[in-house]
């Protein structure tokens, strides 16, 4: 069974910029075939889906929100997935949580992922 950790949050000011990883341990080769999603979710706002990976790296989705200012990538030599996410501005605020084992259907659909990491935290000031 696969664990997840995210790392990298922390706090900036609108227009900075962080980058997340999610590393993986154990059952690397399951998760090397797996979609990896990562989902943000603000206080007394709904989980929301904002970029996911599939298996080669060149399979790529992203919420209307961060489309051109997100970036997800995977490097599978390390078990970890990144999210690159620039020009930030406050409405970015949230916990970031990554997902894979995806059980199909819609990638930005949290029910249908089986393992999810503690979450990291996104701060961004105006």
């Known amino acids: 069974q696969v664990q997840l950790l995210e790392s990298g949050g922390g706090s900036v000011q609108a227009g900075g910029s962080l980058r997340l990883s999610c590393a993986a341990s154990?059952?690397?080769?399951?998760?090397?075939?797996?979609?990896v999603t990562w989902f943000r979710q603000a206080p007394a706002k709904e989980r929301e889906g904002v970029a996911s990976?599939?298996?080669?790296?060149?399979?790529?989705y992203y919420a209307d929100s961060v489309r051109g200012r997100f970036t997800i990538s995977r490097d599978n030599a390390k078990s970890t997935v990144y999210l690159q996410m620039n020009s930030l501005n406050p409405e970015d605020t949230a916990m970031y949580y990554c997902?894979?084992?995806?059980?199909?259907?819609?990638?930005?659909?949290?029910?249908?992922?089986?393992?999810w990491g503690q979450g990291t935290q996104v701060t961004v000031s105006s």
């Open positions: 997902a894979t084992y995806w059980l199909g259907g819609s990638w930005s659909d949290g029910s249908r992922y089986r393992t």
């Open positions: 990976i599939y298996t080669g790296g060149d399979n790529t």
């Open positions: 154990g059952a690397f080769g399951a998760f090397s075939r797996n979609r």
